[in-house]
């Protein structure tokens, strides 16, 4: 798999370059050929221009004929053109209103009568140069002649003639195979380089899917020590660091599951242990007639410890299966939280706390479900009052309008809860209190609220210090 994940990277990366370079040197190679042929038919331009030059200051064809010099000097030119480009130089003159033109053999004379050939030699007449193809059909494989001609002065404005200079298409072109054999050395060296920069990139590329994949192994055989170590930027570096995050989050979890398990095997271990010490003790006559109410008592709050413990993870478990729907009705905060005071008072006052009450003037009322929200309430007071004790202890309670919520405050003076535990307490099988001792609750309580205000759309916020610890909610206002 590793193996095969690499050679479809590399094939990928590969097939990318050599495209690349293959679509470059196409376009180079194209461009280069048209370059050179515009370079090659402006060579024959200038010697079209040359023979020009030769004949500037002359102002009949009828003088060169007759001056042997001169005839030979542009005779050698007209055949050195001819055995270089192989191309038919025609000097025309324009004389006695008649076109007439000597050509390689040098003693024809002919007279130039169709209508395209008088257009284009006027065009030339008017000082500009020409290139048409197939001018000349009658000439030998005309269509694909290309006819190239330039003015031919007299003085310095007078055109009195034409240079037209014939060359085969074929001629012009440039060969693809002189055009390659300057371009194929460098389109190797980059095919070579690319192989390689594509083979080491896949590796790049690979090396740390390797290593992510190793980690998730070793996630899966439960090793959550693993972390991933990739330092090669981008997302994938990005995603190691979520798999890392992912693992510690995993590794917390499964410690909190065990410390879960245990507490609450102890929760359960304890009062099922007390309890049947207890029922043993009266079956076997040791407990006094007289006695009897009061263990049944104890037997009975350990049941109900139990009870509570039961419903806490079935409340749980359904808050997070969505099987916990919401019965939204109007309600005064102000009332829930003095009825929560009331079922505190007892231990409350066996603490000997102190009580701030700052509730809103009037009805507070606002939408939610009453029960799930006395619910986290309840739990919250009960937090706070199981923590705090002797004299000094402060416990406070406040609602304020805010905007269009309301907020919900209960704090204490107790102690500080650590700042490396702030950002987990709503875990489930969390407890700030390692050292756990029984009767002191299982770590589902504040899990629960939390989840019963997500439901409500909120969030409980806690900000704990030396002076006390506060949790708070809001929940939006009814009219």
């Known amino acids: 798999m590793r193996r095969s994940l690499f050679l479809r990277t590399y094939g990928v990366l590969l097939a990318a370059v050599l495209l690349t370079i293959l679509i470059f040197t196409g376009v180079l190679v194209a461009s280069r050929q048209q370059a050179t042929q515009e370079s090659y038919e402006a060579e024959v331009r200038r010697q079209a221009r040359e ?45 006695s209103g008649t076109v007439q033109y000597l050509d390689k053999s040098w003693n024809t ?19 500009n140069e020409i290139r048409v193809e197939g001018l000349f059909p ?56 690319g192989t ?29 020590t693993r972390r991933v170590d990739v330092h090669c930027g981008g997302e994938l ?13 995993l590794s917390r979890l499964e410690d909190s599951r065990r410390s879960f398990v245990a ?6 271990r304890s009062p099922i242990t007390c309890m049947r010490g207890y029922v043993q003790a009266m079956q076997d006559g040791v407990i006094p007639q007289e006695d009897m109410p009061r263990y049944y008592q104890i037997v009975l709050d350990e049941t109900d410890r139990l009870t509570a413990l039961v419903n806490d993870l079935l409340d749980l478990s359904r808050l997070e299966s969505g099987k916990f729907p919401l019965a939204l009705a109007p309600f005064d905060a102000n009332e829930l939280m003095r009825r929560n005071l009331i ?37 919250i007071i009960d937090n706070a009052v199981k923590f705090m004790d002797g004299e000094g202890s402060r416990l406070t309670v406040r609602t304020a309008r805010q905007g269009k919520d309301v907020r919900f405050t209960i704090a204490n003076n107790g102690p500080r809860i650590a700042e490396a535990d702030l950002p987990y307490i709503f875990e489930r099988f ?17 899990s629960i609220c939390q989840r019963i205000m997500q439901q409500h759309g909120s969030k409980i916020e806690v900000r704990s210090d030396d002076r006390q610890t506060a949790f708070e909610f809001t929940l939006p206002a009814a009219e």
Do not use: C
């Not at 690979?206 to 980690?215: G, I, L, Q, R, T």
């Open 51 to 95: 023979v020009a030059e030769y004949m500037a200051n002359l102002n009949a064809l009828s003088f060169v004929q007759s001056n042997a010099t001169m005839r030979g000097v542009i005779r050698r030119k007209i055949g050195d053109i001819y055995s270089a480009y192989n191309a038919d130089i025609w000097i025309v003159s324009y004389d």
């Open 109 to 127: 004379t002919r007279f130039i009568a169709t209508d395209a050939v008088r257009e284009q030699l006027s065009q030339i007449q008017q000082g």
């Open 138 to 193: 009658e000439l030998e494989d005309g269509e694909n002649i290309v006819t190239i001609g330039v003015p031919w002065y007299y003085g310095e404005n007078e055109v009195v003639g034409a240079v037209l200079l014939h060359i085969p298409t074929s001629s012009l072109k440039v060969g693809l195979s002189s055009v390659l054999n300057q371009i194929w050395p460098p389109a190797v060296l980059a095919v070579v380089l």
């Open 196 to 224: 390689i920069l594509a083979f080491f990139l896949a590796r790049s590329q690979v090396k740390p899917m390797k290593e992510m994949s190793s980690a998730v192994r070793e996630f899966s055989k439960g090793d959550l």
């Open 237 to 249: 570096e990005e995603l190691g660091d979520s798999i890392n995050r992912m693992a510690e989050d």
């Open 263 to 268: 507490n609450v095997s102890h929760e359960l």
């Open 343 to 379: 079922n505190f008072e007892p231990r409350i006052e066996e603490k000997r706390i102190a009580v701030e009450v700052a509730l809103a003037d009037g009805p507070l009322m606002v939408m939610a479900d009453a029960n799930r929200i006395n619910q986290v309430v309840s739990n």
């Open 430 to 446: 969390y407890k700030a209190d390692k050292a756990h001792t029984s009767g002191q609750g299982t770590g589902l309580g504040l």
